[in-house]
């Protein structure tokens, strides 16, 4: 089965960048759409983005459109999720997901 593992996240200043990666085990990773998910405490899981196969037409949450960037490399097996110009209300533990599966997830702290 896919072992998603997450890693980047960490502690910025309001309107700062962090670059989230994301290494996929699964040799069938070029096949399947990616995304990135999130959750702060106390609230519910939200979509942030998510990349087809080939990258076309990403999706972005409202939220987020504008200020993050998904993007695959399917040769390296490798997602990422760049964030631009945060806020504090981004703050959450961001997950990597492939259908109902998510790795560990990487801490994203905006203060």
């Known amino acids: 089965h896919v072992q998603l593992v997450e890693s980047g996240g960490g502690l910025v200043q309001p309107g700062g960048s962090l670059r989230l990666s994301c290494a996929a085990s699964?040799?069938?990773?070029?096949?399947?759409?990616m995304g990135w998910f999130r959750q702060a405490p106390g609230k519910e899981r939200e979509r942030v983005a998510s990349i087809s196969p080939s990258s076309a037409n990403p999706y972005y949450a409202d939220a987020v459109k504008g200020r993050f960037i998904i993007s695959r490399d399917n040769a390296k097996k490798m997602l990422y999720l760049q964030l631009n110009s945060l806020k504090t209300e981004d703050t959450a533990m961001y997950y990597c997901?492939?259908?109902?599966?998510r790795g560990q997830g990487t801490q994203v702290t905006v203060s």
């Open positions: 997901s492939k259908g109902v599966t």
């Open positions: 699964e040799y069938t990773y070029s096949s399947h759409c």
